[in-house]
């Protein structure tokens, strides 16, 4: 059985487009389909791709709404579709707690570091790369790890590595992790997937 993705997002959707070609053309193949994609942020560019997909597409304002309807819907959405797995694909909110209880060790997140250094509260996008660069790191990369209550603390499920120049200003650095955000996310994806059947 094909398992169906909610994808979570909130800005560029590259992420997004990544785990989209794999379900096409990659080793999603026939292993998972995306079956919504919710952005918190109603001018993502991500929802676009989406759109274009023909995939099922919904903005949910986070900064004019009220959280606690903003968690329910966002619950609701993600079940109503009926998601076995929500990745959180660049989504640059917390996750709420009710989806986090209800998707337990089911919800995937992408963090554009090798956590456990470089995560926690105000620790995302640029930020990360920014303060790579301060430590003047030789190495960065990315890390899909289990959603659970804390900020980036849950089960590493998959890294990989980049290797950094002294000369890489924070841009680079983000860019040169962001190309294996891509490749490792859909990897990480198919891992859950698997191992799930394992579990049945
Ligand atoms: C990605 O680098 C992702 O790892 C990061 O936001 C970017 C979104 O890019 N997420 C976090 O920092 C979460 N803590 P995208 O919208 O192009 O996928």
């Given amino acids: 059985m094909i398992k169906k993705l909610a994808v979570l997002i909130s800005g560029n959707g590259s992420n997004l487009q990544a785990i989209i070609n ?7 193949k026939g292993v998972a389909e995306i079956v919504i994609v919710i952005s918190s942020n109603p001018k993502a560019f991500g929802l676009q791709r989406a759109e274009k997909e ?8 986070y900064d004019n709404m009220d959280k606690n309807d903003y968690n329910n819907k966002l619950l609701e959405l993600i079940k109503e579709a009926g998601a076995d797995l929500v990745c959180l694909a660049g989504y640059l909110k917390r996750i709420p707690e009710n989806i986090i209880k209800e998707y337990k060790s089911r919800i995937l997140n992408i963090h554009p570091a090798l956590l456990p250094k470089y995560g ?14 301060k430590a003047k790191e030789k190495k960065s990369g990315a890390t899909v790890h289990f959603a659970d209550e804390g900020y ?40 859950v997937v698997e191992e799930s059947k394992n579990d049945n």
Avoid: C, R, W
Wanted: charged share 30%.
């Fill in 152 to 191: 980036d603390t849950g089960s590493i499920i998959m890294q990989k590595e980049v290797d950094l120049d002294e000369t890489d200003n924070h841009e680079e650095v983000a860019k040169k992790v962001l190309l294996v955000e891509h490749e490792i996310f859909p990897e990480a994806i198919k891992k």
């Fill in 22 to 28: 794999s379900t096409k053309y990659g080793i999603l």
């Fill in 120 to 133: 926690g509260k105000g620790m995302y996008g640029h930020h990360v790369h920014e303060a790579v660069v």
């Fill in 54 to 61: 023909g995939i099922k597409n919904i903005a949910l304002d």
